[in-house]
């Protein structure tokens, strides 16, 4: 992999996209545009780490109408799961606009919602 700019997540975390590295053989690599990051609550096996929210998670060699567009939002969580975080190509943003665009969404920064177009 060429080398890339990490991304700390924090509960700070709202409407960027992210590479998310696998560091385990059992994931897989995702591309992610995150809604927001919240502490998951108790009683969890995950209490105190962070959940990810996304708008959209793809995982990286699926087709792209099988990503989860605004539905199956708690994509997981940060520290348990053991992925790394870092910033997405130019491609890699592309391929987020394509999904948007193939299901009919539009992406507005400003308020981090997804529109119908």
Do not use: C, Q
């Amino acid at each position: 992999m060429e080398k890339r700019e990490p991304i700390e997540i924090t509960e700070l975390t709202r409407g960027i996209i992210v590479f998310a590295k696998k560091t385990r053989n059992y994931f897989e690599d995702w591309l992610l545009l995150i809604d927001r990051v919240s502490t998951v609550e108790p009683p969890s096996l995950f209490d105190g780490d962070l959940m990810i929210y996304t708008h959209v998670s793809w995982k990286i060699g699926a087709n792209l109408d099988d990503a989860n567009v605004d539905k199956n939002k708690n994509w997981g969580v940060v520290n348990a799961y053991g992925y790394e975080f870092y910033k997405p190509t130019e491609e890699e943003k592309n391929i987020i606009k394509k999904i948007l665009k193939l299901h009919n969404k539009k992406y507005i920064k400003i308020i981090n919602k997804l529109i119908d177009r």
